[in-house]
């Protein structure tokens, strides 16, 4: 099995995490989903690094699990191709970020897209994640490059819905902003495994940097 | 939601104004502008509780490249790896106007 960046892992119970020093608001939210959200950074031998998401920004616990206490992994893409906000409940629908996934999913049908953020985390676990004020997070696997001014248009029509949707390009385990990409003039950053790192062609430089 | 303001004696005048970074999770906008008064920063931040944080990432910052500016940061929880990273990409900005 293939983990990637932003998989969520569903694991069977909170003893399986690395248990360094939990602040009290992991120990309250995290049973309540079992559930790790990757992070982008180095596999250690049969540890998986990855976070635990609390309700407010700054409540994001960095911590490692085991490969041997996943449970489940749904991936952001797999969130799309199932339709996962279809059968959502009425009032989460009507969350500004939830309310255009079907607009969105029509403009990147034959797009290999997922989701991800808090939207992406509520629509795997069911647990009230996201929030009127939440952005729509989506990942993108690109097969080829895309120029400044495709970008540009793509992300005018992904903007329509009244939510701020901001598209990650995933290239290997390496991502960077198609927003960025699109309105820049020279560096733009990506981030990588190990690092953030500033290149002038991220489709190129990307490439070359280790997987 | 935290507002968080420094203030440094910093005294190597930027020229031009540089906007880098995006409105992104995980990342942050930063924005100098000319001044010819006192080294202000500005912060807005979606992640409460890290001034400490910030200060000594500022203060390594200015300690290595004494800019005279403005500054304008809108923070959406990023590490402090980025915040580096998005620094040193305004500086360069900088470097590429003179």
């Known amino acids: 099995m293939v983990i990637e960046t932003h998989d969520l892992i569903q694991i069977s119970s909170p003893m399986e995490l690395i248990n360094n020093d939990q602040p009290k608001w992991v120990q309250e939210i995290f049973p309540k989903s079992l559930t790790v959200v990757v ?17 407010k920004r700054e409540q994001r616990f960095a911590t490692y699990v085991s490969t041997s206490a996943i449970q489940k992994v749904i991936t952001p893409y797999q969130l799309v191709r199932e339709g996962s906000w279809v ?13 255009a996934l079907p607009g969105i999913s029509k403009i990147l ?12 985390f509520e629509l795997a676990t069911r647990t009230n994640t996201a929030k009127v004020t939440s952005d729509l997070d989506l990942i993108w696997k690109v097969e080829k490059p895309i120029s400044k001014s495709s970008a540009q248009a793509l992300l005018k029509k992904l903007n329509m819905f009244g939510v701020h949707a901001d598209l990650q390009v ?3 385990n390496n991502g960077f902003s198609l927003e960025e990409y699109a309105n820049s003039r020279s560096t733009i950053m990506v981030k990588t495994l190990k690092e953030p790192i500033l ?4 489709w190129i430089d990307s490439n070359r940097v280790e997987r | 939601m935290e507002k968080l303001h420094f203030n440094f004696d910093t005294k190597d005048a930027i020229s031009k104004p540089v906007h880098v970074g995006v409105v992104a999770s995980g990342d942050l906008e930063v924005i100098l502008r000319p001044t ?5 920063v500005n912060i807005i931040t979606g992640s409460d509780g890290f001034k400490e944080v910030w200060e000594n990432v500022l203060k390594r910052f200015f300690d290595r490249y004494p800019i005279q500016a403005n500054i304008e940061i809108n923070d959406f929880g990023s590490t402090p790896g980025v915040v580096n990273l998005r620094l040193t990409q305004a500086l360069e900005e900088l470097e590429d106007e003179k």
């Open chain 2, 36 to 40: 010819d008064k006192q080294t202000e």
């Open chain 1, 109 to 120: 049908s034959g797009y290999n897209w997922g989701i991800s953020g808090s939207v992406g």
């Open chain 1, 199 to 202: 290149v002038h062609d991220p």
């Open chain 1, 87 to 99: 059968d959502l409940g009425a009032e989460r629908k009507k969350l500004p970020a939830m309310s």
């Open chain 1, 39 to 55: 992070r982008r950074s180095p596999f250690v031998e049969g540890w998986i690094p990855v976070g635990i998401r609390g309700i």
């Open chain 1, 170 to 172: 995933i290239q290997g």
